[in-house]
């Protein structure tokens, strides 16, 4: 559980992202749902830019944990099922959240405001399900 708030690193992040979505959709057309690039990248006329773009967010977080006193660190375990549960429910919902609340709210997507309250309502009740009605954490 994260205990503490870093505004700043937050904010920088979150520019990070934003800069990186904008610029790929100025430079090259194209929305940064990672879903959906990895979907593509699984093609047989997958580009080379879909490859690149997860090499760099596997490397980035590799270098992120390789840093000396790293906030966060690597979950430890992660189920399978659960993974693969993940990737249906991305698929399901014509992408993910960051596709949907970063790139889809900013292009103004009715389906992409729908999908992330959907997103959150369903997290905001599962989380308070586990807490609350199951006394689970």
């Known amino acids: 559980m994260v205990t503490t708030f870093t505004p700043v690193s937050a ?3 979150g ?15 194209r929305i940064a749902g990672i879903s959906g690039i990895f979907h593509g990248g699984l093609r047989s006329q997958a580009q080379p830019w879909q490859w690149l773009f997860l090499l760099g967010l596997v490397l980035g977080s590799l270098l992120y944990n390789a840093l000396p006193d790293t906030a966060v660190s690597a979950r430890q ?9 993940v990737g249906f429910g991305t698929r399901l919902g014509s992408g993910c959240t960051s596709g949907h609340g970063i790139c889809g709210i900013s292009r103004r997507s009715l389906r992409s405001v729908l999908a992330t309250l ?20």
């Open 118 to 137: 959907v997103f959150m309502l369903t997290g905001f009740l599962a989380t308070w399900l586990v807490r609350h009605f199951f006394n689970l954490l």
């Open 11 to 13: 904010l920088i992040g």
């Open 77 to 85: 375990r992660f189920p399978m099922p659960m993974l693969l549960l």
């Open 15 to 29: 520019m990070l992202i934003g800069l990186a979505a904008s610029l790929l959709l100025l430079l090259n057309g």
